[in-house]
Nanobody, 122 residues
Framework: QAQLVESGGGLVQDGGSLRLSCAAS????????MGWFRQAPGKEREFVAA????????MYADSVKGRFTISRENAKNTVYLQMNSLKPEDTAVYYC???????????????WGQGTQVTVSS
């Protein structure tokens, strides 16, 4: 069973930055597309960003495009989400996920981390 562990969440002011990391184990990591999703209280889990296994293709939700950057280091079995110009509406629990595809859809991912809280104060 694959394990994904997120880190890097926290409290930041409006306009600040955070970098999330997600370390994967027991996966042939470069065979998996990786995604970041987020879920705010009372809302459905939503797509944030995804990166293909080789790392050359990425996609983003419109709400984060130009502010967030997803990247991966396959040698370290780790995916990152650099978040700049954070806004209060970015406040949510952020989850990383692994799937044998490259998708915006929650159902396309087989493995999920436990989540890390990101809170942006105004």
């Amino acid at each position: 069973q694959a394990q994904l562990v997120e880190s890097g969440g926290g409290l930041v002011q409006d306009g600040g930055s955070l970098r999330l990391s997600c370390a994967a184990s027991t996966l042939t990591f470069d065979k998996y597309g990786m995604g970041w999703f987020r879920q705010a209280p009372g809302k459905e889990r939503e797509f944030v960003a995804a990166i293909a296994g080789h790392g050359y293709m990425t996609m983003y939700a419109d709400s984060v495009k130009g502010r967030f950057t997803i990247s991966r280091e396959n040698a370290k079995n780790t995916v990152y989400l650099q978040m700049n110009s954070l806004k209060p509406e970015d406040t949510a629990v952020y989850y990383c996920a692994a799937g044998q595809g490259y998708s915006r859809r929650v159902v396309s991912y087989n493995y999920w981390g436990q989540g890390t809280q990101v809170t942006v104060s105004s």
